[in-house]
């Protein structure tokens, strides 16, 4: 898809936080029911469901908390990531190694890449349904102006495709900044430092 320069595009760091702010939404509030389920004992697979989900909230957390540092321009998300271009190799040859043994850390290294993609995909299904309301609103109440919020729209969704395709490292890349920084972030959340928050920016 054709990347068109439009004055309604967003930066791309921050429309890749508003997704997973986004997602992370989600996450939460499928954590909450599942809670809810298991306080109730009418679930048998809700402690393993709450681990999961725990798990992918922290990664997606950490992806968070890099493209924050990104777009601020700190110093160490470049640095971080010449370490994960290289160490990455290693994490390849680690995840064929260990596919024919799916439980572990080889499923865990797999679904850190495709987590933070569903984040993007997820933003993008929201909001061509967005655009879609919009232009059946156009429709039916045309003498009601909505074509700024569907440019807007349009713009958004046309760097959302983008983002998706052409926006992520290479997976092995992807797992290590989750991992290592989701790592800083349980270290230093127990020696009481604070970090971004679940939900870091409004979609």
Request: with cysteine.
């Amino acid at each position: 898809m054709a990347v068109v320069s439009s004055p309604n595009s967003v930066p791309r760091e921050r429309l890749a936080r508003q997704a997973v702010a986004h997602r992370l939404r989600a996450l939460n509030e499928y954590l909450a029911v599942y809670r809810a389920t298991r306080a109730s004992g009418s679930d048998a697979h809700s402690s393993q469901r709450i681990r999961e989900l725990r798990s992918d909230v922290a990664r997606l957390r950490a992806w968070g908390w890099y493209l924050s540092a990104k777009e601020r321009g700190a110093s160490w998300p470049p640095a971080l990531q010449r370490l994960a271009s290289v160490l990455s190799f290693f994490v390849s040859v680690n995840l064929v190694a260990q596919r024919r043994h799916p439980r572990g850390a080889a499923l865990q290294h797999l679904s850190s890449y495709s987590l933070v993609e569903r984040a993007y995909a997820a933003l993008e299904d929201d909001t061509q349904g967005q655009l879609l309301t919009l232009r059946l609103a156009q429709m039916q109440r045309p003498a009601l102006d909505y074509q700024r919020d569907i440019d807007i729209l349009d713009a958004r969704l046309v760097d959302l495709a983008a983002l998706r395709l052409n926006g992520l490292p290479e997976p092995g890349q992807v797992t290590l900044v989750c991992h290592v920084l989701r790592g800083v972030m349980a270290i230093g959340g127990a020696l009481g430092f604070s970090f971004p928050p679940a939900q870091p920016v409004d979609s």
